[in-house]
């Protein structure tokens, strides 16, 4: 799996934060739900239009930036 086909960044969406799949929910949303206790399931429960493929990807994007 890549992230580079999951999390996009356009700059007029939520002000160019990473989002997933061009959508409004951002990575930074999804370590927020992370921090918080929840676990993969619940972040996909609360928010169908999410898979752990998204959340996975999240967690991806996050350690290639930890790279740099």
Same mark, same amino acid.
């Given at each position: =799996?890549?992230?580079?086909?999951?999390?996009?960044?356009? +700059?007029?969406?939520?002000?160019?934060?990473?989002?997933?799949?061009? =959508?409004?929910?951002?990575?930074?949303?999804?370590?927020?739900?992370?921090?918080?206790? =929840?676990?993969?399931?619940?972040?996909?429960?609360?928010? +169908?239009?999410?898979?752990?493929?998204?959340?996975?990807?999240?967690?991806?994007?996050?350690?290639?930036?930890?790279?740099?």
């Amino acid at each position: =799996m890549s992230y580079h086909n999951i999390i996009t960044i356009e +700059p007029e969406k939520r002000g160019g934060k990473p989002c997933i799949r061009g =959508m409004r929910i951002t990575v930074y949303d999804v370590f927020g739900w992370l921090a918080a206790g =929840m676990s993969h399931e619940e972040i996909v429960d609360d928010f +169908p239009e999410l898979t752990e493929e998204d959340i996975k990807a999240c967690l991806e994007f996050a350690a290639n930036r930890g790279r740099y």
